[in-house]
T-cell receptor, first 114, second 118 residues
Framework: SQQGEEDPQALSIQEGENATMNCSYK?????LQWYRQNSGRGLVHLIL?????REKHSGRLRVTLDTSKKSSSLLITASRAADTASYFC??????????????FGQGTILTVHP | GAGVSQTPSNKVTEKGKYVELRCDPI?????LYWYRQSLGQGPEFLIY????????DSGLPNDRFFAVRPEGSVSTLKIQRTERGDSAVYLC????????????????FGPGTRLLVL
């Protein structure tokens, strides 16, 4: 079964608005990562946050991690039509599993309207 | 090459047949991963290699699935006696080595092989 559970399952916004996606997981982790997947293409790594970190930024992306609640959020500011994609959170080392094994959530489908 | 490549991009086969899916990782990446993604789902881990050896094969669903990486570079995922439920996109990823035994945390994914079992 998949560790990460994401909400919302789908999000539709207008260009320029912010988009927030949430991810919850069940056990201890080494790190949590967010990936983007465009229709028909492979996954692209966006950002990684380690279990001892609380917040990270990368360009228009902000990720938070709350290990006490076992949850993370991804914020995309000033969204663009090109941000339209599926977004997945993935945890590494979940429940003591191997470091290289990523366990993915089911994803959030983001649609940004021009 | 510049990125992870996978061949074929699409594979249609009949139930009961044998298939091989190939992955060429980024040059210099010692860790290689296979995932399977069904429609509307996130990727599901199958196996990962550190060099030539399988470091974790806990995600292989049954003994019809097997993967090799004989020279520590290219990997082949082999599926015997395919079933309709094997239809999915098979994703390969690779990552750079860190010091020691742990792979670098960021995984770089290929475009996937779309397998359809009729």
């Amino acid at each position: 079964s998949q560790q990460g559970e994401e909400d919302p399952q789908a999000l539709s916004i207008q260009e320029g608005e912010n988009a927030t996606m949430n991810c919850s997981y069940k056990t201890s982790i080494n790190n949590l990562q967010w990936y983007r997947q465009n229709s028909g293409r492979g996954l692209v790594h966006l950002i990684l946050i380690r279990s001892n970190e609380r917040e990270k930024h990368s360009g228009r992306l902000r990720v938070t991690l709350d290990t006490s609640k076992k949850s993370s959020s991804l914020l995309i500011t000033a969204s663009r039509a090109a941000d339209t994609a599926s977004y997945f959170c993935a945890v590494s080392g979940a429940g003591g599993t191997s470091y290289g094994k990523l366990t993915f959530g089911q994803g959030t489908i983001l649609t940004v309207h021009p | 090459g510049a990125g992870v490549s996978q061949t074929p991009s699409n594979k249609v086969t009949e139930k009961g047949k044998y298939v091989e899916l190939r992955c060429d990782p980024i040059s210099g990446h010692t860790a290689l991963y296979w995932y399977r993604q069904s429609l509307g789902q996130g990727p599901e881990f199958l196996i990962y290699f550190q060099g030539t050896g399988a470091a974790d094969d806990s995600g292989l669903p049954n003994d019809r699935f097997f993967a090799v990486r004989p020279e520590g570079s290219v990997s082949t995922l082999k599926i015997q006696r395919t079933e309709r439920g094997d239809s999915a996109v098979y994703l390969c990823a690779s990552s750079r080595p860190l010091t020691g035994q742990k792979p670098q945390e960021t995984q770089y994914f290929g475009p996937g092989t779309r397998l359809l079992v009729l």
